[in-house]
């Protein structure tokens, strides 16, 4: 048996499509429509998250048996902004340009409902070690749906990829620019985003009949 | 069979034991790293003022501090003068740049004549720069800035950053392209009076040639930051105009 068992691996590789935070458990939504317009945002909250989820899972699940349940979301919550405060507070200090690129998604982190929804969904009926696993899976999973979501705003809204035009100049009406193409405002703003994640789930639903609920 | 963690006696219990712990613990992080932030925070300043007067690594188009190791000692090289103005009086203070623009925005109440008016004479190229440090607020949160005039109040270079706008949007106006735009601005209008410089939607001018028209070209999808900007130039600078005018009268 390798470092992962076969359902160690599931717990990965099923967030990445099958069980997506986003497009089929409808988590983290609001993140998603927040940060997109710039790829570069998307990587850093899906590194920013991973941290956050993949830490706080193995904390949730380590104290799992001694929360009172009556309590549980207010004990989930301390937990998340208390490593969220912790890890902003060490990046200002180590990494001063790092935590000021990262300081409007600190916020966003602690009322992320993949976060909320992972403590009480798995962390607080599974192992560390499992639930470890878990958050990373998750986040993973969100990534690749912010990454798109990143990808097509930027492109189609700025004309560039991580900050490099790559349609060439819109004011000096180069490239794709010279023969009338113009940036869609439109995408980046929240409204577009939630139209693209709404294309991701269709083709994710018409690939697979089996994410369709039956009514 | 009830669980002992259901009990009304050990959820109160837990819940204290866990304000305590948690509460210990950030108190720790945030006692233990203090020193290290404000010292991080200093020099930050330190690069905002030598960037806002075109001491900066920039590249050819993202906007580039000088490294943390050079800044305190291009700090000294560059700013001749740190001068607070308080009520019509000028008096040195080489800890000006630390002056906490918020705070003392607050305790004046209003009163610009109780204000601390931090000011930063450096020299560059044989170019004098009048560095202003500007507050204000966004969308979402405080932004902030500096901005380098020469002694006819024309702007010489800028720097803007932001607490907390949208990325790709608000966040933008820390992109060189927007700050660019702000160099050679005037500040006063023709006649002398001071007027500010806007920052305008449907901009007719989006290469923004003409540089004494008061306005620089919007971003798009960020009309409340724009806003922003524009409200903290008019509302900071006018403050610095009765120097600017006693400079060019002596």
Redesign the interface.
């Given at each position: 048996m390798g470092l992962l068992s076969k359902k160690d691996t599931k717990l990965i590789t099923d967030p990445l499509a099958d069980n997506n935070p986003i497009t089929i458990q409808v988590l983290g939504i609001c993140s998603a429509l927040?940060?997109t317009?710039?790829l570069?945002?998307s990587i850093v909250m899906s590194i920013s998250v991973m941290f956050v989820l993949g830490l706080g899972n193995v904390v949730i699940s380590l104290m799992r048996?001694?929360?009172?349940?009556?309590?549980r979301i207010?004990?989930q919550l301390?937990v998340v902004a208390?490593l969220v405060?912790?890890v902003d507070?060490?990046l200002?200090?180590?990494a001063?340009e790092l935590s000021k690129t990262l300081?409007?998604f600190v916020?966003l982190i602690i009322t992320n409902c993949i976060i909320m929804g992972r403590f009480e969904a798995f962390a607080l009926a599974n192992g560390p070690w499992k639930s470890f696993l878990d958050g990373i899976g998750n986040s993973l999973g969100y990534a690749v749906i912010l990454i798109i979501v990143g990808f097509f705003?930027?492109l189609l809204?700025?004309g560039t990829l991580l900050?490099f035009p790559v349609l060439g100049d819109p004011?000096a009406k180069t490239g794709l620019y010279a023969i009338g193409y113009e940036n869609n405002?439109f995408m980046?703003?929240s409204p577009m985003a939630l139209i693209v994640v709404g294309i991701i789930i269709w083709v994710q639903r018409t690939r697979n009949k089996a994410l369709v609920e039956d009514h | 069979m009830e669980n002992r963690t259901d009990k009304n006696s050990y959820t109160i219990i837990f819940a204290i034991a866990m304000v305590i712990v948690v509460g210990a613990l950030l108190a720790f992080t945030a006692s233990s790293l203090s020193p290290k932030i404000s010292e991080n925070q200093r020099i930050e300043k330190q690069q905002n003022i030598l960037y806002a007067m075109g001491v900066n690594d920039n590249d050819e188009s993202s906007a580039i501090f000088v490294s943390t190791q050079d800044a305190p000692e291009l700090f000294n090289k560059y700013i001749s003068k740190q001068l607070v103005i308080k009520n019509g009086e000028v008096s040195e203070d080489d800890q000006a740049y630390l002056i906490d623009l918020k705070k003392d925005k607050a305790a004046a109440g209003g009163d610009p004549a109780k204000r601390n008016l931090p000011l930063f004479v450096g020299e560059k190229d044989g170019v004098t720069h009048y560095i202003i440090p500007i507050y204000g607020k966004g969308l979402w949160d405080a932004i902030w800035g500096y901005v380098s005039l020469d002694e006819n109040m024309v702007i010489q270079g800028a720097y803007f950053d932001h607490k907390g706008e949208t990325p790709g949007l608000g966040a933008n106006i820390k992109q060189r392209y927007f700050m660019d735009d702000f160099i050679g601005e005037h500040v006063l209008d023709d006649s002398g009076t001071f007027k500010g410089v806007t920052v305008a939607k449907g901009n007719a001018d989006p290469i923004n040639e003409n540089k004494t028209d008061n306005e620089v070209d919007a971003i798009a999808g960020a009309t409340i930051t724009g806003d922003g900007v524009t409200a903290m130039i008019k509302s900071d600078l006018k403050l610095y105009k009765p120097y600017f005018d006693n400079l060019k009268n002596n």
């Open positions: 927040a940060i317009a710039e570069k945002a048996n001694i929360i009172p349940s009556k309590i207010i004990v301390t208390a405060i912790i507070q060490v200002k200090a180590f001063y300081s409007v916020g705003r930027e809204g700025s900050g004011i405002g980046l703003l | -």
